[in-house]
């Protein structure tokens, strides 16, 4: 017995190895298909003077990939510190607001949730202003929370803290809405079973009705992770927040004409942000389904 469990965690071992490396070889295959498609595409586009528009093809409107990769290692100004320096605090700054939103957001529609599936007259009633909430643009809205929020916001969260809130607002709906179908895709005959047993509902809810949710609640996680950082990114405009991303592409935007490398490596700094989110959700996301109880035997 020891010596089969021996033998198997080497080969288990070298099983996610070798899964690693094609995942790997995968991203980078992507990778170098996009940059081959952005190259061909631009080299079409000034071979045949391509223009969709106002749109037309060119060192200023697309610029080369190597070029946005260059300039995040070029000084941002004259003997200033690199610009991928600024852009990599600005994108913890950034994360910063996103992270607490992301938590704020998630821990919200989560119990949003929890209370709908056990109440359908709530469900019924309250559900349509949740989608609703939904239909209002963020461009419209952020102003809004920031204008009611911040006054009340301790010191330690003046600005970024509504910024945080505005974040929240676009995690919350997903979160809210994939778990209410996660609790309620328990398997009835084991619910009654718990309940034939005098299982409270508390006990069903979380040894039951959560895990059951999981799969749900993070394809939910996953959307509201990167969601969470484009509401950090809109909110700091409004919030007037020039530490984070959204200061940034509010800045380099203004100097686009003479350097549109430095907005396209600011872009290029945010969909990273963004990324990130979504590998950590994902990381989780394996080692709680994982622990879940239907996996532990």
């Known amino acids: ?38 190259e061909a595409f631009k080299w079409l586009g ?3 003077e391509l223009k969709l528009g106002n749109f037309q093809v060119n060192d200023r409107t697309l610029p080369h ?16 510190p690199l610009l991928i320096d600024i852009l990599f605090d600005a994108a913890l700054f950034t994360a910063k607001e996103a992270a607490l939103g992301f938590a704020l957001g998630a821990t919200f529609g989560f119990g949003i949730a929890v209370v709908l599936a056990h109440s359908s007259l709530l469900e019924r009633g309250f ?19 920031v204008v009611w929020v911040n006054p009340k916001m301790p010191p330690a969260l003046k600005d970024w803290g509504a910024v945080a809130v505005i974040a ?10 994939n778990t209410l179908r996660g609790l309620r895709s328990a398997d009835p005959r084991a619910v009654e079973l718990m309940r034939s047993y005098a299982s409270s509902t508390w006990s069903v809810l979380w040894k039951l009705r959560v895990p059951a949710s999981l799969p749900y609640l993070f ?78 035997a």
């Open 65 to 80: 990939l190597h070029d946005i990769v260059q300039t995040l290692f070029e000084p941002s100004r004259r003997n200033g």
């Open 1 to 38: 017995m020891a010596t089969a469990v021996a033998e198997r965690a080497p080969n288990e071992l070298s099983e996610r190895a070798r899964g690693a490396a094609v995942q790997l070889a995968q991203l980078l295959g992507v990778l170098g298909a996009l940059w081959v498609f952005w």
């Open 219 to 296: 394809a939910a996680l996953k959307v509201s992770a990167t969601a969470s950082v484009v509401g950090a990114i809109i909110g700091e405009l409004p919030a007037s927040v020039q530490d984070g991303l959204g200061g940034a592409i509010l800045n380099f935007n203004q100097y686009y004409a003479s350097a549109p490398t430095r907005l396209w490596a600011t872009n290029l700094v945010a969909a990273a942000l963004g990324i990130s989110f979504f590998l950590l959700v994902v990381v989780a996301e394996r080692i709680a389904v994982r622990r879940a109880p239907e996996h532990v």
């Open 46 to 48: 000034e071979a045949t």
């Open 168 to 177: 929240a607002y676009l995690t919350f709906f997903p979160v809210a809405i």
């Open 127 to 145: 559900l349509p202003y949740i989608v609703a909430s939904q239909t209002v643009p963020i461009l419209a809205i952020a102003p809004m929370v």
